[in-house]
């Protein structure tokens, strides 16, 4: 369970380097540590300087890259070499394997424990890990890998939502507008997944994903966008509000703008996240800083409370369908949880553009399997 | 209407006080039923040594074949059925499941009179719409078909 809320990638920005006009962004730290690297590389390959130390650099990268593919498939391969076992077509009154029935909720419970502590360190919620791994590499049905994944989801904002609205950096009234829209569509968006075929949501879903690793990859973050003047509906709704920024040592005063536009987003946002079980953190993050302008920290904590509620109504869709089975539901919760905590507790020694390359990697790698699952099941592969 | 401050408002705190205590209520009960399920001491619908055959089911299927295995309804239990079969330890799992899925609802009606009072109406009625929903969704009216 994800109940930390990463600021790592929040840019470092001291008051200098805040632009007056409108700080389009300064981007966070690995990715400002990548895109120096390759300025620098590119710079020096074009005066032909090839020393000892890019040399190195190349090396190590290199052996980073490496390494991401190597826990990918480390930490994915034992599941998919038994699921591979284990997914066949299932008679009226199934045969039984008495046996090992715990195996699985105890790779499960290994598997979303080291999920809890990547999804911290790689700033990332839960679910979104969650529901393409495990319907990727496990034999449950994806209708109930949904279903637990948005219990995931919805219990890491449960825990984180409290101490965020208490410290005033989730705010009450950016969330409530944005969630009366997500939630309305998130119950949508469960009855058109649990109405849709199996392979035609596996197929979305890893579309989705994919869509997950462009944006992880190209979005860019604003720590204080410039908001010129709020929009007749922000002003009505008076979604504004004053927080301390530490970095900056100095209160900010925020209001939005665009809310019309960013409300409307929501309704695709909401739908995706009751279609496919995923928290929408990776979506609502960027719509609440860059579309909307509230102030990076801000959105981030707003986006995580704001799961509580729309996974909420999307959870009672798939809890009265009967998508709960408790043997996977709980040693899922227990393991994010658990991981999470480790997860924070490694914050301190864990390298950021590792674990952000990693995520992407497993992303990546999840995306494609859930395709590859879709397509061979409609039998095009 | 109240100042913006730096300190979250009067709802904001109330919200996360009801919160927080739900969720703790959640996940205690949680751990408590699960044991109780998987140490044997509630006999479940589904054996233990049989739900792994049950998982790879579409939802559909999953249930039929739960009744028509173990239940012998009339009806698979969906919606709220699972509270007649509380004595069950896989179904007894469902009660901490509806507290954590639940609380956010008796969240949003905790603070609709107070944004009322303060003549926060827009607020209000956007609350009151969010809850509405919410429950609607909790209560199993508006639930499709599965396939």
Known sequence: MDSTIDFRDTPLTTPGMHRAGGDETTSHNQRQHIDLFYIYHIYSMSFGIEEETQMLEKIKKKAEMFMVSIVCAVLLSPAWAVASEVITEVPMVPEVDGAGWWKWPLILLVVTFVMGIIAVLG???GGVLFVPIISGFFPFHLDFVRG???????CGALAAGPGLLKANLANLRLALPVALIASTMAIVGAMVGLALPTHIVQLC???TILGIVAIMLSAKKSTIPDVPAADNLSSALRICGIYHEPTMNQDINWKVHRTPLGLATFIIIGFMAGMF?????????PVLNLMMGAPLKISVATSKFLLSITDTSAAWIYVNKGCVIPMMVVPSLIGIMLGSFVGVRL????????????VIGILLFAGLKAMHKALTSMGIL | MSEITKEAT???????????KGMFAGLALMFVTFALYVFGILEPVIPLDQVSAYWNMPVGDYLAA????FLHQAHAPTGWAWLSMLGKGDFLNFL??????????VCYLAIVPGLFARGDKAMGFICLATAVILTLAASGLIAGGGH
């Open chain 2, 66 to 69: 739960m009744n028509s295995n």
């Open chain 1, 205 to 207: 879903l890893g579309g």
């Open chain 2, 10 to 20: 009067q709802e904001q705190l109330l919200y996360a006080a009801i919160l927080e």
């Open chain 2, 96 to 105: 901490p499941v509806a507290i954590l899925s639940g609380v956010t609802i």
């Open chain 1, 148 to 154: 637990t994944g948005l219990l995931v989801a919805l």
């Open chain 1, 347 to 358: 914050l301190k020694v864990a390298k950021p553009s590792f674990i952000r390359w990693m």
């Open chain 1, 277 to 285: 079980g995923l928290g929408a953190g990776w979506a609502n993050v």
């Open chain 1, 123 to 125: 700033g990332v919620g």
